[in-house]
């Protein structure tokens, strides 16, 4: 019996083969690339929520206490605990420092606004989520702090 191969041995010329390298050609890009740019993209998120509410902390505790209405926490604790965790989170996100750590406090945060707060932008969070769950399942890439310090750990352990 001849085995078949699924997959020619050389690559199709012509039309297909062009087709096929366009159509592969963003397969070459770096990973460490796109785990950048989720931690760039998601970090500006959560880093522009908590300058907004850093620039009017009347105004922050105001739609904690009316407008978010999150049970079982006051809103005075409510409003410090979640600055706090943006500004956290977006920082060490950006470093890639403590990432999968960060991303994970920040889908709590995001969770807590999905259910609680706004479920209307189910689409919005989602991404957010994505963005943030690439990071807790594959790290923060080569492009991070965790990276060197991971480097600088296996180097200093043999």
């Not at 420092?97 to 479920?119: D, K, T």
């Not at 209307?120 to 994505?130: D, Y």
């Amino acid at each position: 019996m001849t085995a078949i191969s699924d997959h020619p041995s050389t690559s199709p010329s012509g039309l297909v083969g062009v087709c096929r390298r366009i159509i592969t050609l963003p397969e070459r890009i770096p990973f460490s690339l796109i785990q950048l740019a989720a931690r760039v993209a998601v970090g500006h998120v959560f880093w522009q929520s908590a300058q907004s509410k850093l620039a009017s902390w009347p105004v922050t505790l105001q739609l904690f206490a009316n407008e978010y209405n999150l049970p079982f926490i006051d809103p005075s604790i409510a409003a410090p605990l979640a600055t706090a965790a943006e500004l956290t989170g977006s920082v060490l996100i950006f470093l890639g420092l403590f990432s999968r750590l960060a991303a994970l406090m920040l889908l709590g945060v995001v969770s807590v606004i999905q259910i609680f707060v706004y479920p209307e932008n189910w689409a919005e969070h989602l991404l957010w989520a994505s963005l943030l769950l690439l990071v807790l399942t594959r790290g923060a890439g080569a492009f991070s702090l965790d990276y060197v310090a991971e480097r600088t750990l296996s180097v200093s352990g043999k």
